[in-house]
C-alpha cells in the first residue's frame, strides 16, 4: 500500500489528446508528469511484441490488418489513423514503451491482450527487465490463470487482477495469492479497497475522467488512478 497515493496513470498513454498506445501519447503523459501509463501488447505474426487495443491495426487511409496475422514491418509501413491530433504516428512496439516509460521513470501497467504463449509471457517481461526495471513493471489480466502463469515464471514480479462489473468470480481469490486489484470505478466498493489493504495489496481504478470522482477515489485510499485526460 502506497503512502503517497494516488499514482496517476494514463490509459494507453495521454489518450484523450492523442493517440492511444502510441509512443507520442505516452511521451505527453511523461511530459504532464503522469506516475505511469497502461498499455495493451500484442505478437505479431513474426514474433515481435508491440502495442495495439484491438485485434486490428487501423491505418489513416481507412484500411486495417490483423495484428496476429502481419509482420512488424508490414503493420509499420502505413501511419496509423488518428483522430485525436494532426501528428502522423506509427505502430509503436513494445521496447519503445520501456524505453519511453524508463526515460520519464514511469510505472508500467502492462495487459497481454489475447492468448499468449509460455514463451511470449516469458519475453514480455525478459525484455521488460532487459530495457527497465520488472519492479517498475505491473501486469495486469482479467484471466487469474495468466496471473498464476506469469507469478510461476516471474515470483517478484507485481501482479493485478483487472475486474469489472458483474464478474463470475469473488476477488477474495486474491488475497491467498498475493495478488492486487485494478477496479473498475463502477465495481469499486469501499469494503472491498479496505479488504486489499488489509492484505497489504493494492488497488488500482479504470477508467476516471473527472476531477471529482479522482478527488473521491483519493480520499478513500486508492493506490493508482487510471484516466485518459485527468493528467
Known sequence: MRENRPVIIAHRGY???????????FEKA??????????????????????????????ADGTSLPVKDHTFD???????????????????SFR????????????CFIELKGPFTDAETREVFRLAEEVYR?????????????????????PKLPLMLTYGDNEPEPYERCFSRGFSIDVSKTALTREML?????HGLEVGVWTVNDYSEMEALAAMGADYIETDACL
Open 194 to 198: 479496505d479488504a486489499f489493504h488489509a
Open 96 to 107: 519503445e514503451y520501456l524505453e519511453t516509460m524508463k526515460r520519464y521513470d514511469m510505472i
Open 15 to 25: 489518450s484523450a489528446k492523442y493517440p492511444d498506445n502510441t509512443v507520442l501519447a
Open 74 to 92: 508490414e503493420l509499420c509501413a502505413k501511419p496509423l489513423q488518428n483522430d485525436e491530433s494532426d501528428d502522423v504516428v506509427y505502430l509503436a
Open 134 to 154: 520488472l519492479d517498475r513493471c505491473i501486469l495486469q489480466s482479467f484471466d487469474f490463470d495468466n496471473l498464476l502463469k506469469a507469478r510461476a515464471m516471474f
Open 30 to 59: 511523461g511530459e504532464k508528469g503522469a506516475g505511469g501509463a497502461e498499455t495493451d501488447v500484442r505478437v505479431t505474426k513474426d514474433g515481435v511484441l508491440v502495442l495495439n487495443h484491438n485485434d486490428d491495426v487501423d491505418f
